[in-house]
């Protein structure tokens, strides 16, 4: 099994670009998670998807932010116009019908400068 | 509304020597709690977890925890450090059934020293 797969690992941008994160769950799997890690606040849940529909969004932080799953096997998280406060580790995460436990992807390391 | 305090930002703790990273939730319902670590620059992995049942969950790499819930806690333990456990270690509650996101408390870095 590959795991969840995300790309880019590292993305550095400048203030005001568009920044498109990308997630593939574990095949199977039908609730997708992203989250984002900073120094400051940690580790915060930003929106999640069962079934391709969003669940839940009140994590994420602005308008500025926005996420999709078009499928079950691929999901997006957007940052239009990005602002150096959005450096972070963007994590997804996915999680199986039958389970209680999310896997983990490897993290997207996001610098805005 | 949930959420999770985990005492000590670092805890460092000689080769050998017992393991006790502490956790305490809390959750309007019974709690899902799990305990995640992380390397450095990786992703989190899943050491063990609690749902219902048996209240003293075992995990990996020789880690357990036990659920008490008259003390709103899930403290990690393990008898003898080694100088791999060292990593950050996050405590999170999914009060759900686990369907819903997890609240994860801010972690503790786990120092071994040899």
């Known amino acids: ?113 | 509304a949930q959420s999770v305090t985990q005492l000590g930002s670092h805890v460092s703790v000689s080769e050998g020597a017992l393991v006790l990273l502490r956790c305490n939730y809390s959750s309007s319902v019974p709690p899902y709690l799990f305990w995640y670590v992380q390397y450095p620059n990786q992703g989190l992995q899943l050491l063990l977890k609690y749902t219902t049942g048996a209240t003293l969950v075992k995990g990996i790499n020789g880690f357990e925890a036990e659920f008490k819930k008259s003390e709103t806690s899930f403290h990690l333990t393990k008898p003898s450090a080694h100088m791999s456990d060292a990593a950050e270690y996050f405590c999170a509650v999914s009060s759900g059934g686990g369907a819903d996101g997890l609240t994860f408390g801010k972690g503790t870095h786990l120092i071994i020293q040899p």
């Open chain 1, 1 to 113: 099994d590959a795991g969840v797969i995300q790309s880019p690992r590292h993305e550095v941008t400048e203030m005001g670009q568009e920044v498109t994160l990308r997630c593939k769950p574990i095949s199977g799997h039908n609730s997708l998670f992203w989250y984002r890690q900073t120094m400051m606040r940690g580790l915060e849940l930003l929106i999640y998807f069962n079934n391709n529909v969003p669940i839940d969004d009140s994590g994420m932080p602005e308008d500025r932010f926005s996420a999709k799953m078009p499928n079950a096997s691929f999901s997006t998280l957007k940052i239009q116009p990005s602002e150096p406060r959005d450096s972070a580790v963007y994590f997804c995460a996915s999680r199986g019908l039958a389970g209680d436990e999310q896997y983990f992807g490897p993290g997207t390391r996001l610098t805005v400068t």
